[in-house]
C-alpha cells in the first residue's frame, strides 16, 4: 500500500510540474485581463512573459539534470531561451488560431472559433489538449438567434460581439458525456479564473464566459 502510495505521490508531482506553465499562462491572462483591467493583447503578453521565464528554468534544469552541466554559457542560455520562445509562440498560436470541426457542433459552429476572445480560445484549446471528444455548441449569437432557439432575447448576452470586437462567452455540450468528466471541466474553467453556469437553454449544457470590462459582472 504504501508503494502505492508512494507512486501515485510521484505521478502526483510531476502532473503539477507539467501542469504549472499551462496555469500560469492562462490562469494569469484571465487575472490581469479581469482583475487588473489590462487590454487583451497587453494581459496575455505578460502571462507569457512569465511563462517564458518558468519553462526556462525547466529547461536549465533539465539539461542540467540531463548533462551534469555547472555552468550555463551565454550562447547556451540564448539558445534555450529562443527554444521556449519557439514552443511558447507555437503552442499559443495553434490554440488560438483554430480548432477541430469534431470539437464543434457544425463546421458554422467552427468558423466562428475566431470570433471568440483569445484568452477564452487559449482556455478551451488547451483543456481540449486532453480532453478531445468535447463539443462547442454555440460561440456567436445575434438577437434573432433567441427567437429561432424560442428562447427571450438577452439585453446583455456575452455571445453577442462586445466592444472589443470579440464574443465572450462560449457553450460546451455535456449531454452525453459522464458527470464526472463534465464536473472536471467545468473546475477545471472555473480553477483558470472564467466565469460558468450549468444550466438548460435549448438543451442541458456549461456556459463558460470571460466578461469584459464594461460588464464585470455579466455571465
Do not use: C
Request: glycine share 6%.
Amino acid at each position: 500500500m504504501k508503494g502505492f502510495l508512494r507512486f501515485l505521490w510521484v505521478l502526483l508531482r510531476i502532473a503539477l510540474v507539467i501542469g504549472l506553465p499551462f496555469f500560469v499562462l492562462i490562469r494569469s491572462s484571465v487575472w490581469l485581463y479581469t482583475s487588473r483591467e489590462m487590454s487583451t493583447w497587453l494581459a496575455f503578453s505578460s502571462a507569457a512573459g512569465m511563462t517564458f521565464v518558468l519553462l526556462l528554468i525547466y529547461m536549465i534544469v533539465l539539461f542540467s539534470v540531463l548533462f551534469g552541466a555547472k555552468h550555463i554559457s551565454s550562447k547556451s542560455l540564448k539558445i534555450k531561451a529562443f527554444l521556449v520562445v519557439l514552443m511558447l509562440a507555437a503552442y499559443s498560436f495553434l490554440t488560438m488560431a483554430n480548432i477541430k470541426l469534431k470539437n464543434t457542433k457544425s463546421d458554422e459552429v467552427r468558423k466562428e472559433f475566431r470570433s471568440l476572445h483569445p484568452i477564452l480560445r487559449l482556455g478551451v484549446g488547451s483543456m481540449m489538449v486532453l480532453d478531445r471528444s468535447a463539443i462547442v455548441t454555440d460561440f456567436s449569437r445575434k438577437a434573432s438567434d433567441y427567437d429561432a432557439m424560442g428562447l427571450k432575447r438577452l439585453k446583455n448576452s456575452l455571445h453577442y460581439k462586445q466592444k472589443d470586437g470579440y464574443v465572450h462567452a462560449m457553450d460546451l455540450r455535456t449531454l452525453g458525456r459522464s458527470a464526472f468528466r463534465n464536473w472536471v471541466v467545468e473546475k477545471y474553467f472555473r480553477l483558470m479564473g472564467f466565469k460558468t453556469l450549468r444550466h438548460g437553454g435549448t438543451a442541458d449544457h456549461l456556459h463558460i464566459s470571460l466578461p469584459p470590462h464594461d460588464k464585470p459582472n455579466v455571465l
